[in-house]
């Protein structure tokens, strides 16, 4: 056991009926519900609050039809947390779904990989392909922040705190990041988008939103290899993520879930 060992949740915020073709390159022959949580977590220790991820907010709800449950900032405050007052985001990537409440924690420094700020703005974004799952005014207002101070760049792995690191993933988007977190259980990593579903990694088949396959399918390896077991791989989108791990308290249960 590790000097830091933090606690770790997932907090659902948004839902998407979908079907399992939308969630695997090239579709799927046996076609059927595969529905798409959407969520964001909170590490915690003693010293430390990191929120991985900001969420969506209503107006892009809207756009992509996606059902917004709570806003982000419900979401935090259902575990005592202040979107407002939150020191440290890490954001795994600039997707809409991952950066798209950044607003709401006007303290907060962003961690991202220097990769995905130049994905973002960059050639590929001609593309409508590489580009559907990024909103402009999401990336323009990081921008912003780079320019306000805020955002904090990464090239690769990188400690945050004790037993808090990045790690570059690539493959859905150029910088996709995951966070290791060391808890009571072990090494604990949260793949966001590096693994949408268990059924990503554990078949071997990629989510069709993808910038590089090899590096999507190499990044599974890399879970493998920082998490303890790969029962200690916490999938982005996954609504089992909520049927596997206990809820911390009976309210909480279908809402949130403890990872550590
Ligand atoms: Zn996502």
Redesign the pocket.
Known sequence: MSAAAYEIYAIKYAHHERTASQNFLGGDPHDGPMP?D?FVWLVRGAEVEVVV?TGFNAAAAARRQRQLLRPVDEALALMGVQAASVRDVVI??L?Y??VGSFDLFPQAAFHVQDLEMQYATGRNMRHDALRH?FEVEDVVGMVRNVYAGRVRFYAGDAQLFPGISVHLIGG?TMGLQVVRVATRRGHVVLA??AS?YYANMGEGRPFP?VYNVGDMMDGWGKLRDLADSPAHIVP??DPLVLERYPAPSKELAGIVARLD
Request: hydrophobic residues 20%; proline residues 0%; glycine residues 6%.
């Open positions: 798409m959407y991820d795994t990537h997707h779904d991952h799952a859905h966001s988008d949408h939103i982005g989108h």
